[in-house]
């Protein structure tokens, strides 16, 4: 998911080419504004914890882009192309560390396994968003 601070930074279209050069393949997009329930929900791990508040009302701040991809170990090394959470920690080269500098407006979130993939999409998607289709690698 692109959060608010990349698509008010129009940064958008160089997240997703970045997936699309990889060769991941896109299933489902859309710019949209998540509601304080759905924030609650996608956050839970973290209720309690000192940057909560700050959290949820960062990620309802504005539009984000959500979007799901497949491939071949594509939540491992999405989370490589992300880089560490705290973008002064993240590596040259990976998102967080090329466009990020503060943990609490760290640019996009990756979803760290595959069952909090599974539970992040139904929240944010219908399954007619989902869409099958072949593509060529
Ligand atoms: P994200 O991948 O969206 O998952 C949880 C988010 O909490 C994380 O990215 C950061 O944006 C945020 N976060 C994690 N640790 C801290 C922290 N110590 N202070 C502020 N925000 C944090």
Redesign the pocket.
């Known amino acids: 998911m692109i959060k608010p601070d990349a698509v008010q930074r129009n940064l958008v279209g160089e997240i997703v080419s970045r997936f699309e050069k990889k060769g991941f393949k896109l299933i489902g997009a859309k710019l949209m504004h998540i509601t304080e329930q759905q924030a609650e929900k996608h956050?839970s791990e973290?209720k309690g914890k000192s940057?909560y508040n700050?959290?949820v009302d960062f990620i309802t701040s504005g539009p984000v882009f959500a979007m799901v991809w497949e491939g071949k170990e594509v939540i491992a090394t999405a989370r490589k192309m992300m880089g560490k959470?705290n973008p002064q920690e993240a590596d040259t080269g990976t998102i967080r560390g090329d466009y990020g500098v503060v943990?609490?407006r760290?640019i996009i979130?990756?979803s760290d396994s595959e069952e909090s993939a599974q539970r992040e999409i139904a929240l944010f998607f219908h399954e007619n968003e989902l869409l099958d289709y072949k593509k060529d690698v």
């Open positions: 956050y973290h940057f700050q959290l959470t943990t609490h760290n979130h990756g």
